[in-house]
Each structure stands twice: as C-alpha cells, then as structure tokens.
C-alpha cells in the first residue's frame, strides 16, 4: 500500500478527520419536465373539480349533460365543494411527480413552518399591496372586489352556505395553487435555466392565467400579489408561509365581502 492510500485510510478513521461524503444532487423536474408536470397537474385539479358537479348531479338523479352541470355548479354549495374537492386531485398529481424523482415531498415543496419575523414580514407586505389596490380602485371609482365574487358570496350567505365558501376560498383554494405554483413549478424552474426571478415572474403569470374570469384590472393585481408571494417563497424557503399568506388575504375578501353585502 502507498504511502498516500494509507494515509487516506488513516484518516478515514480518525474521528478529528471524518471521511468526506459527497451529498447527491436534488432530483429535480428542471424547466420542461416541470412545464409538462404542471399541466397534468392542472389538469388534475380541474377534473376533480369537474368530477364533483359530475357526482353531484349523479346524486340528485339529474340528466348527466351541460345544461344540468351549468345548473348545479351554479349553486354556491356545489361550487364550493367543487373548489374543495380540487385540492386531493392537485395533491395526489404532485405527489406522484416527485415520487417518480425519488424525492422528498417535504423538501422538493419546502414544506418548513416560517418564522414569525418572516411572517410578519410577509403579512405586512401584502396589507400595503392590496390597501394600494384599494385605494387605486376607489381613485378610479371601481369595486375592490369583482361583481360576480360579491354576488356569489351573498347568495352563499343567504342559501346557508357561507361556512362552505369560506373553507373553499380559505383553505382549499390556497393550499392547492400555492402547491402548484410557489410549490411545484418555482421549485423545478427556479433549479432550471429560469433561476429564481424567472421562476418567479413565470409562475406569477400562470398563477394569473388561472383567475381568468377576472377583467384586466383585477389580472393586475392578482399578478402583483403573486410576485410578493413568489419573493416570499424565495426568502423564507417556506411554501406554508405563502399558504398562509394567501388564505389570510382570502380569508379577508370573503368575511368584508359577505358583511359589506349585508
């Protein structure tokens, strides 16, 4: 044995000079793998929103076609079990990307509680974009919150179904587009050629795509808070915090919308 293998050995067992252990890169979906993941994922989600009007009017007996699934997922009920039932569908589509990578689903989501100077930090942040929205729209004479979210919120109040409402754009909402957007697809572009503020600005936009029913103005904002939230992601390395961002800012528009309805 040479001098520099035993050397080597030596110090392998000497506890001052621990053998040096070379950690294995991250699996990661990179910048098309992601893309590709993401519209499963979405596609996901959307079936099983679909799914539960498609269950709902199969329980109610009802012709199972487009005019019965317009009519029942018209209802503020239907459509709140709906967004709900979007969430297993989002998660189970993710779980399954990441376990084909052998990953982690924690670490790949970054699924770690944030401090509480970050999550003040966060909070304070998002008061000071949508209190600048809302004084934006007052200056222009608009509603702060779209026509169609008021009316719904208010119907939902008065047929009893404002508890359902409140999980579904409170919780459920948040928690599966907060796992697509800050959590899937910032954490596979943002390891791509994209890095972080391409990652950011990337997801922010498709985050906006899907809240198509609003006009431009509402987009805007929706964009702006979503960059906030992507920054936060970046800052804290905690998706729980722009969950929690997100349900708080949700949590705010339903309660003021259903008690200025009243």
């Given at each position: 044995?040479?001098?520099?293998?035993?050397?080597?050995?030596?110090d392998?067992l000497?506890p001052?000079?621990?053998?040096l252990i070379?950690?294995p890169a991250?699996?990661v979906w990179k910048?098309?793998?992601?893309a590709?993941?993401?519209?499963?994922i979405?596609a996901a989600?959307?079936?099983?929103?679909?799914?539960?009007i498609?269950?709902?009017?199969?329980?109610?007996?009802?012709?199972i076609d487009?005019?019965?699934?317009q009519h029942?997922g018209?209802?503020p009920?239907?459509?709140?079990?709906?967004?709900?039932?979007?969430l297993?569908?989002?998660l189970?589509?993710?779980?399954l990307?990441?376990?084909?990578?052998k990953?982690s689903f924690?670490?790949?989501?970054?699924?770690?509680?944030p401090?509480?100077?970050?999550l003040?930090?966060?909070a304070?942040g998002?008061?000071?974009?949508?209190v600048?929205?809302?004084?934006m729209?007052r200056?222009?004479?608009?509603?702060?919150?779209?026509?169609?979210?008021?009316?719904?919120l208010?119907?939902?109040r008065?047929?009893?179904?404002?508890v359902?409402?409140?999980f579904?754009f409170?919780?459920?909402?948040p928690m599966?587009?907060?796992?697509?957007?800050?959590?899937?697809l910032?954490?596979?572009?943002?390891?791509?050629?994209?890095?972080?503020?391409?990652?950011?600005?990337l997801?922010s936009?498709l985050w906006?795509?899907v809240?198509?029913q609003?006009d431009?103005?509402?987009l805007?904002?929706?964009?702006?808070?979503?960059?906030w939230?992507?920054?936060?992601?970046?800052?804290?390395?905690?998706?729980?915090?722009?969950?929690v961002?997100h349900?708080l800012?949700?949590?705010?528009?339903?309660?003021l919308?259903?008690w200025l309805?009243?």
């Open positions: 044995m040479s001098l520099s293998n035993e050397s080597a050995l030596m392998s000497n001052d000079h621990p053998p070379e950690t991250p699996r910048f098309w793998g992601t590709l993941w993401g519209i499963a979405f989600m959307f079936v099983g929103q679909i799914g539960a498609v269950y709902l009017v199969w329980v109610a007996r009802d012709p487009l005019a019965s699934l029942v018209g209802e009920a239907s459509l709140a079990f709906s967004v709900t039932m979007g297993p569908a989002t189970a589509a993710v779980w990307a990441i376990r084909i990578k990953a924690v670490d790949y989501l970054a699924l770690y509680w401090s509480w100077k970050q003040l930090f966060g304070v998002l008061i000071l974009i949508v600048a929205w809302e004084t729209s200056s222009l004479g608009r509603d702060a919150t779209p026509g169609f979210m008021t009316d719904l208010k119907s939902g008065d047929k009893g179904a404002a359902m409402l409140l579904a409170s919780v459920a909402a599966s587009e907060e796992v697509l957007a800050r959590g899937f910032y954490r596979g572009w943002s390891a791509s050629f994209l890095r972080v503020p391409g990652a950011i600005i997801s936009l906006t795509v809240h198509l609003y431009l103005y509402f805007a904002e929706v964009f702006s808070i979503g960059l939230f992507g920054y936060m992601r970046y800052r804290s390395n905690s998706l729980w915090l722009t969950i961002l349900a800012n949700n949590l705010t528009a339903v309660v919308t259903m309805g009243s």
